[in-house]
């Protein structure tokens, strides 16, 4: 199996589904260009379906960033070659019809638009058919951030894998009568990892969730979840899509306003989170990680062996 590599010092990913947009923020006329696992992408419509690509023209290296769509290709702004979902290339008028494009694919991904999310398979060879995904966002009404932090992946995962932390730095918002001392608990699942503070709530309030390669989950009560998934934009910078889903209403128009008034306080939470994670990351931009894991950092423990394992086992000088 082929691991992804970058041109930056980006450790190797595991293969899986990736998410790296909301769909929403493909139009239907034009691609749009984004930068993920530290090289520039391509995403445009086409058959009804987004389709994915590593950017640059394949003749002369010119990005897609605004280029056209047209019937389904992508049309490149330098010389109007023409490109189709697979990534062959279909037209290039400098040389005429007849002219052999032979050499001249576009490098396409393995991509799928479900749920309003864009994800990206990063490895080669075929992809699975199941995507790292949580029953409980299904039949909800979902609601939609995005945000970008200035640290690496794996650090902000981390943070949102540390149920500690939420009496101290949460004080003002989810950890408000969250006492300090709290014992950790988890159990595997077949298609991941869940964690609770111990003694669990009878109804599951509060169990966190964690599917590789990037996908978390917090249960707030039943049919009222947080989600979010995680890629990095390169090294050194992180992209999320935090989704917040109620199944109790589902009316347009009021399932939105729901949705709007609670992420008004998820983005409150998130920012919170911010402070403590990019500080992190300047630090440990300078000094050895040296940190000492305690009892209630079990999660984090799980998600470092389980990269360690995958990192060795792929033959990474990185593990």
């Not at 640059?56 to 010119?62: F, N, Y």
């Not at 039943?222 to 390169?234: E, G, L, S, T």
């Not at 990019?278 to 950092?297: I, K, N, S, Y």
Request: charge should be negative.
């Amino acid at each position: 199996m082929s691991i992804l590599r970058s041109p930056v010092a980006l450790s190797p990913l595991e293969p899986g589904w990736w998410v790296v947009a909301p769909a929403a923020q493909v139009p239907k006329d034009h691609a749009v260009t984004i930068t993920r696992f530290g090289r520039p992408m391509v995403l445009w419509r086409s058959g009804g379906r987004i389709q994915a690509a590593w950017d640059g023209c394949p003749h002369r290296g010119a990005t897609f960033d605004g280029a056209r769509v047209r019937d389904g290709q992508l049309i490149c702004p330098f010389h109007s070659f023409a490109f189709d979902r697979d990534g062959a290339c279909t037209a290039m008028p400098c040389e005429g019809p007849d002219a052999p494009r032979r050499g001249l694919e576009l490098r396409t991904l393995p991509s799928r638009d479900d749920d309003g999310l864009v994800w990206v398979w990063v490895a080669e060879g075929q992809p699975t058919e199941t995507l790292p995904w949580f029953p409980d966002l299904d039949g909800g009404y979902p609601a939609d951030f995005v945000e970008t932090f200035e640290a690496p992946w794996d650090l902000v995962i981390e943070t949102m894998l540390d149920y500690a932390h939420l009496p101290t730095v949460h004080a003002g918002s989810i950890g408000t009568k969250m006492p300090m001392a709290m014992k950790v608990e988890q159990r595997r699942t077949e298609r991941g990892l869940v964690m609770w503070n111990a003694p669990a709530a009878e109804n599951g309030s509060g169990e966190l969730y964690w599917e590789a390669p990037a996908s978390w989950q917090l249960k707030i009560v039943p049919k009222v979840v947080n989600a979010a998934f995680f890629v990095p934009i390169d090294a050194a910078r992180t992209f999320v899509v935090f989704r917040f889903s109620q199944a109790f209403v589902r009316v347009p128009g009021l399932g939105d306003l729901i949705g709007w008034l609670a992420n008004l306080y998820n983005r409150k939470v998130v920012e919170e989170d911010r402070r403590v994670i990019e500080g992190m990351a300047r630090t440990l931009a300078v000094l050895p990680q040296t940190d000492r894991l305690v009892a209630a950092d079990a999660p984090i423990a799980h998600f470092r062996r389980a990269r360690t394992a995958w990192m060795r086992g792929a033959g990474s000088e990185d593990a």
